[in-house]
């Protein structure tokens, strides 16, 4: 075989067309078995190289990087295992790659992106999981890329948006996370994109209409949120738009190219809507268009209702201000905190010998352990790690502090315990634990009133702070692992007056900081920064629970004022949030 050039068809039939080296071996749908011999590496002259549909095992022999001058190479739909490896990167004039429908597993060789020549790269149907490579952006002639059915994890690379002539792209069932790259939104010549299957977050690009050879889209099933951007109605060529199983809202386009779209492209969303036959609920008609007598209607349903709560929250306020004054007035119970003490037996008995399951939380002076008195009483303690030198002053700090405070929207010291190898602050135990975990948790969730009245608790501790003691405490460490909930949901702040963060309240990592990205979407896109499980897009009052949610974040912004002096009052913080609360309860009586 090795003295002419040779053809076995799938009907096993061999063609000898002369000459004297091999230039094609073809072996698709033979039946062949076994592994692929090393000895393929010595057919240096070999142009085309098939052997798909076989039964072909084990790995690819490294010897294949000897067939310098093959152009296509196809191993597709056999039980072929192990990594591609980096000497399929010395075949410098391979224009397709054909590896689908296999075992293969591990990465995908960075090197890849050196041949330049290729065309099509065909990976579907693997064990990959490594990312994409950013060298393929270097592909300038890569008309397909086909990776779906892997196990392939990370970003898409930005350097996708090289492929200037790609027609077909297929990333189907990965586990590709973050955003759509916005650089993909330039391959203008891209007729198939397919992205279904993974766990991509963010929104539709509004950019993607600059796709104009689009002709198929499939986003469905990933945690894709925000609203299907109007510009898409630029894309006529589109026949095929899937977004099913997503996190969108808002109203579907119904102009072409939606027009002819079927419903089961849009179902199970967070809110979509627009027209019927789309099977979603039509959107909520803006205010604009509403009658002038249902305007009438409901402007006196709000002034009625407003008779009724207006009052209950200034009261609700008033008790809750009397209530803190009453608190400072009383006996000082922590006065005694420094005398008082728990033994040691007695705190390490409760605790199980502060066993870690215990163990409800630490920092960098020590770990609080859930402890329950004989009295059936749940205490948490507070053991500092006295290796630390700064523990020991850190522990007399906290007494002093805690000595002279007394608010229901603090954590309440009872006692403490202290000797030459042990220190430890009993506290008020809470049952809900921080609200650290309800915000950064899918177990756990906080709805909009929970969460403005935790900012008024919030607001009225540090009134208390700022204003009610005898020489002010400030925080210096506010941030949700601080905010502890009782069994009431009662807001507590703890670790108050202890900590020096060191930095201001508007600096942040990366180019934009946090503050700057907030207030850059208000009011128009308060969407892109919101919990969307807070708001019900396809309801009527959409732009009314919008301006509070604005309204809130507009205090929190200044509340970050670089100078302290611009910072707003906490008063006048704790009576903002009261009136949006007001007006949240308000509207939701209202329709």
Known sequence: MAKEIVAIHKHGKLSFLGGKVVVTAEFDGCKIQGRIPDEVGNLSSLLDLRISGNNLVGSIPSTIGNLRKLQHFD???????????????????????????????????????????????????????????????????????????????????????????????????????????????????????????????????????????????????????????????????????????????????????????????????????????????????????????????????????????????????????RKGKRALQQPDSLAAITRERNSYYELLQVTDVLRESNRIGSGSF?????????????????????????????????????????????VKANTSCSNLDFKALVLEYMPNGSIEKYLYSHNYFLDIRQRLSIMIDV??????????????????????????????????????????????????????????WVSHSLPETVMDVLDANLITPMNNRLQNELDVVASIMKVALDCCAESPAGRTNMKDVRDSVAINLLVWTLHGAAF
Not at 113 to 126: A, P, Q, V
Not at 459 to 480: N, Q, R, T, W
Not at 482 to 509: I, T, W
């Open 75 to 321: 191993l597709t739909n056999n039980k072929l295992t192990g990594f591609i490896g980096d000497h399929i990167c010395k075949l410098q004039h391979l224009g397709d790659i054909y590896l689908g429908k296999n075992q293969l597993s591990g990465f995908l060789p960075n090197c890849l992106g050196n041949i330049t020549s290729l065309r099509e790269i065909h990976l579907g149907s693997n064990k990959l999981s490594s990312n994409i490579p950013p060298s393929l952006g270097n592909l300038q002639d890569l008309v397909v890329l086909d990776l779906s059915s892997n196990k392939m994890v990370g970003f898409l690379p930005p350097e996708i948006g090289n492929l200037k002539v790609v027609t077909l792209i297929d990333l189907t069932m990965n586990q590709f996370s973050n955003e759509i790259p916005r650089k993909i939104v330039g391959l203008q010549t891209l007729v198939h994109l397919s992205l279904k299957h993974n766990k991509l977050q963010g929104s539709i690009p509004d950019s993607m209409s600059n796709m104009v050879g689009l002709e198929f889209l499939d986003l469905s099933h990933n945690n894709i949120s925000g609203i299907i951007p109007m510009s898409l109605k630029k894309l006529k060529n589109l026949k095929y738009f899937n977004v099913s199983v997503n996190k969108l809202y808002g109203e579907i386009p119904s102009s072409s190219p939606f027009k002819n779209l079927p419903s089961q492209f849009f179902i199970n969303n967070e809110a979509l809507c627009g027209s019927s036959r789309f099977s979603v609920p039509p959107c909520p008609t803006s205010s604009k268009h509403r009658s002038n007598s249902k305007k009438v209607l409901v402007l006196f349903l709000l002034l009625g209702i407003a008779l009724v709560f207006v009052p209950s929250i200034f009261v609700f306020l008033w008790k809750r201000y």
């Open 366 to 410: 020590g770990s609080v352990y859930k402890g329950v008195l004989r009295s059936g009483t749940a205490i948490a303690v507070k053991v500092f790690n006295l290796q630390l030198d700064a523990a020991f002053k850190r522990f007399d700090m906290e007494c002093e502090v805690l000595r002279s405070l007394r608010h229901r929207n603090l």
């Open 459 to 516: 607001a009225c501790a540090l009134e208390y702070l700022h204003h009610g003691c005898l020489s002010p405490v400030i925080h210096c460490d506010l941030k949700p692992g601080n905010v502890s909930l009782d069994e009431d949901m009662v807001a507590h702040l703890s670790d108050f007056g202890l900590y020096c963060a060191g930095r201001k309240p508007n600096d942040f990592q990366g180019d934009l900081s946090l503050k700057q």
